[in-house]
């Protein structure tokens, strides 16, 4: 994956000066867009400092998944085991009490 370069930052975009010529455009009128460009820019690069800040949580997140898969899995197996003894149990202490009251 390639990162473009900015070119331009919003201070760049702020300080810009164009020459003026006799049929030049309106001075207010490229200093209204460029704020509006500004603005945009200056969102952009929050939404990308935003989108950099939940990669890092997912990746951070991604490392340790497997490690909660892993005490997930163990804890249902354990459960498995609990289970099983549980029945065992009753299955053959249920018989002894079952003889010693008949």
Do not use: C, H, W
Not at 26 to 41: R, W
Not at 56 to 76: I, L, N, V, Y
């Amino acid at each position: 994956m390639t990162v473009n370069r900015v070119q331009l930052s919003t201070n760049d975009i702020l300080e810009k000066e164009f020459k003026k010529s006799m049929r030049g455009y309106n001075e207010e009128e490229v200093d209204e867009f460029l704020d509006i460009i500004i603005q945009d820019y200056e969102a952009l690069n929050q939404e990308i400092e935003r989108l950099r800040q939940e990669n890092e949580r997912f990746k951070k997140s991604s490392e340790q998944q497997p490690a909660t898969r892993k005490q997930t899995t163990g804890a249902q197996v354990n459960y498995d085991v609990l289970k099983r003894l549980s029945n065992l149990e009753k299955a053959v202490f249920g018989q002894k009490l079952n003889e010693k009251e008949g």
